[in-house]
């Protein structure tokens, strides 16, 4: 640091050095001695400018809103979060994305609390509605500006700001949609509940009871579309949260194998993009985040049963790989029985239509992904953790999950 700081250092760290910062203890240093030196933060704006500048940079290298406050929460801090949502909120108004942005974008900034009026001094704001102290606001702010001038370029799955039109008018749901929308809100509903109580065999009926609907919806919407043609593929990206974010998506990948999604993740940032019918996502999804609840409390009564580890993370980990191997052979079997019996009840030969769906998703996936490469892990597990996961596994409500045209 040097002795004197004035505006156009702090300028030229904002603007051209600001990949330091996204080292934690670097941007801590800076903070302390931008405290220490008195330097009020974002007096004139430039902070708030330069964080809006980064903002821009990361949608134009694949980002959505989701995925900027997963990473500002896995990479930075929890408290980043609300300055991040702060900052997608105050571009939300600026570009005026709720008339003019993609529907999966104004989703992700409806569900993030981000589609209000917006606040133009936003780091003042937010630093006075947190309560941060100089330093911690300095430190917080700066870490999160180099997450976001380091952020890795991914697939552009939906257009950036810079690639939307004029303001839309945007169509009323049809009765079908909104159907469809009114049953997603309840599975979630019922899931949330699930997660919060803390009675084992009321998490096991609540997410029971979602399952079953999960499974209607799915199989009902995928009956009324039949035939999958390419305009219908769709992509969603989903956050895995730590810890054995290897693992668990392992989980998430045996689910969406048993559904013919194809699961596409980046090491290192625990986002992955899952790509298939727009009925068999939203099931993927449903049903990850139900096993997620189902293998946490399977994981704390098999760690009570098999008494004090030597490494409880090796124990842990392999215990969620053990549980991800049998719930997919399990999901499996389930859809082969399904599918057998739906050709036995129609009469039908559903091989032709099955194929043409998981083509149309290949295709689809081989246009997004052209450089895709698979991977398998081959690190050593520990046996005890994987047995028990899979008898975890033996245990777990997966509901009577049917072909997508049963």
């Keep these: 640091m040097p002795d004197v700081i004035d505006d156009a250092w702090l300028a030229d760290l904002l603007r051209h050095r600001a990949f330091l910062l996204a080292d934690a203890e670097t941007a801590a240093d800076v903070a302390t001695d931008l405290a220490a030196h008195g330097v009020a933060l974002d007096a004139d704006g430039s902070v708030t400018r330069a964080l809006l500048d980064a903002l821009d940079e990361t949608w134009e290298r694949g980002w959505q809103p989701a995925d900027v406050t997963h990473a500002a929460r ?25 008339e003019r942005a993609p529907d999966t974008w104004v989703d992700q900034l409806r569900e993030l609390g981000a589609l209000g009026a917006g606040d133009g001094a936003v780091v003042a704001g937010w630093q006075q509605a947190e309560r941060r102290t100089p330093v911690e606001a300095w430190r917080i702010t700066l870490h999160l500006l180099g997450m976001l001038r380091s952020t890795a370029r991914i ?10 039109g004029a303001a839309r008018r945007r169509a009323a749901a049809p009765g079908a949609v909104a159907g469809e929308e009114r049953a997603l809100r309840v599975i979630r509903g019922l899931l949330a509940k699930a997660e919060a109580t803390d009675f084992a065999e009321e998490a096991e009926t609540l997410t029971a009871k979602a399952q079953e609907l999960m499974t209607r919806h799915a199989v009902d919407a995928a009956v009324l579309q039949g035939d999958l043609p390419a305009g219908d593929v769709d992509t969603r990206r989903v956050h895995v949260a730590d810890p054995y974010v290897r693992a668990k998506v392992q989980l998430l990948g045996a689910v969406a194998e048993a559904n013919d999604v194809r699961l596409v ?13 727009r009925a068999d996502l939203d099931a993927v999804e449903l049903l990850f985040t139900s096993l997620l609840l189902q293998v946490a409390q399977g994981l704390a009564a098999a760690e009570r049963t098999a008494g004090p580890s030597s490494s409880p993370r090796a124990f842990r980990r392999a215990f969620l790989l053990g549980y991800a191997h049998r719930i997919g052979e399990r999901l499996q079997d389930a859809r082969r029985r399904a599918t057998a019996e739906a050709a036995a009840e129609r009469e039908l030969d559903l091989l032709p239509v099955l194929r043409s769906r998981r083509e149309a998703v290949d295709s689809a996936v081989a246009q997004l992904f052209p450089k895709l490469r698979s991977s398998r892990s081959r690190a050593s597990v520990d046996a005890g953790g994987w047995y028990a996961g899979q008898t975890a596994a033996e245990r777990a409500d997966v509901g009577p999950r049917r072909s997508p045209l049963g």
């Design 74 to 98: 896995r990479k930075a801090t929890a408290g980043s979060v609300p300055l991040a949502v702060a900052l997608i909120a105050e571009h939300a108004r600026r570009t005026s994305a709720a």
């Design 155 to 164: 697939e552009l799955l939906v257009p950036p700001p810079s690639r939307w």
């Design 265 to 277: 993740w980046y090491q290192g940032l625990g986002i992955a993009t899952i790509v298939g019918g």
